[in-house]
């Protein structure tokens, strides 16, 4: 009975002490060696890759879209539409419509969508991107085609006063290239563009 009862302290022993090591390695030790890395290597991704504007204020993430909507929206170059939250574009809310490709009410938005882009742009239906008219699956993605940033090119230079080459060459500057040459397709980050649009005069 005794030594019943010392192995099982034992073993309890041996229980407590290998769960309190696991604790602090993996619960503690394992997580502030990751955040270490994650901020000496990586420093702008591990908090959020913030944008600021010529004064230091924080005015978004690279990595999450955003409306410019509101008055004034022509001087600025329009994200893709988002289905996260309400009012869209709701970090905390991220998802797509969950609309299926035949869906009524999704070919209906679609279609008010494609002929508001083309109103307020100039061209015709057929010429809106799919980007124009389409949230992301996230509903958050901060990046539009070259093709739909081009194609704003000519209200945004109207609604500020400056010449289409200017603004033209500004979506050149910003267009991203695929990933290591051949991954995804070249991408505009809307924000950023946007930001050196507010600094161009």
């Known amino acids: 009975?005794?030594?019943?009862?010392?192995?099982?302290?034992?073993?309890?022993g041996v229980a407590v002490r290998l769960t309190l090591l696991s604790t602090v390695v993996l619960g503690i030790a394992y997580p502030l060696a990751v955040w270490g890395v994650g901020q000496a290597a990586f420093h702008d991704q591990a908090n959020g890759s913030?944008?600021?504007?010529?004064?230091?204020?924080?005015?978004?993430?690279?990595?999450?879209?955003?409306s410019f909507s509101g008055k004034g929206a022509d001087r600025w170059f329009q994200s893709r539409p988002s289905a996260a939250g309400e009012d869209g574009y709701d970090a905390n809310a991220s998802s797509g419509s969950n609309l299926g490709p035949n869906n009524p009410d999704l070919l209906k938005s679609i279609e008010e969508r494609r002929a508001a882009v083309a109103k307020a742009d100039g061209v015709s239906a057929a010429e809106v991107p799919a980007d124009a008219v389409t949230a992301s699956g996230s509903g958050l993605d901060p990046d539009i085609s070259p093709e739909y940033a081009l194609q704003q090119v000519s209200r945004v230079a109207e609604a500020r006063g400056l010449s289409e080459s200017t603004v033209r060459a500004l979506v050149q500057q910003h267009t991203e290239s695929r990933q290591a040459g051949f991954l995804g397709e070249p991408v505009v980050n809307v924000l950023e563009l946007n930001l050196a649009l507010a600094a161009t005069r």
Do not use: N, W
């Open 50 to 66: 913030m944008v600021t504007d010529s004064s230091g204020k924080v005015v978004g993430s690279s990595l999450i879209g955003q």
């Open 1 to 12: 009975m005794a030594s019943s009862s010392r192995s099982f302290f034992r073993s309890t």
